[in-house]
């Protein structure tokens, strides 16, 4: 996550596979919903640590830190092996040149 939006996007994902409503979170971690809603929807210039980690503490989740680069999304990682694997060549996603020449 790279964004203030993903990371609300991720928050969102989170409380609603839990199964949890906005203002039940929002009030168990002491924010506002009005709040919570702005961060989930990527609509907040920004939302403090300590509202972050009481959100997250309700949600039961927490914080990652990962070097840049690390987490890597599929594109990434194909282009990644098709660097170190010779003769290997990066094909559009769902594809795969493996056995072709």
């Known amino acids: 996550m790279q964004t203030l939006q993903e990371l609300g996007e991720a928050v969102a994902t989170r409380r609603k ?6 203002g ?6 002491g ?10 929807r990527g609509r ?3 939302f403090g640590a300590r509202k972050l980690l009481a959100v997250l503490a ?12 690390q987490a890597g999304n599929l594109d990434e990682l194909r282009r990644e092996r098709a660097q170190s694997t010779p ?7 769902g594809t795969s040149s493996e056995g072709r020449r």
């Open 17 to 22: 596979l839990l199964g949890l409503k906005q």
């Open 24 to 29: 039940d979170v929002a009030a168990k971690a």
């Open 31 to 40: 924010v506002t919903p009005e709040s919570l809603s702005r961060f989930e």
């Open 44 to 46: 907040s210039a920004e």
């Open 58 to 69: 309700v949600l039961e989740a927490e914080l990652d830190i990962v070097a840049q680069g």
């Open 87 to 93: 003769g290997r060549t990066v094909d559009a996603p």
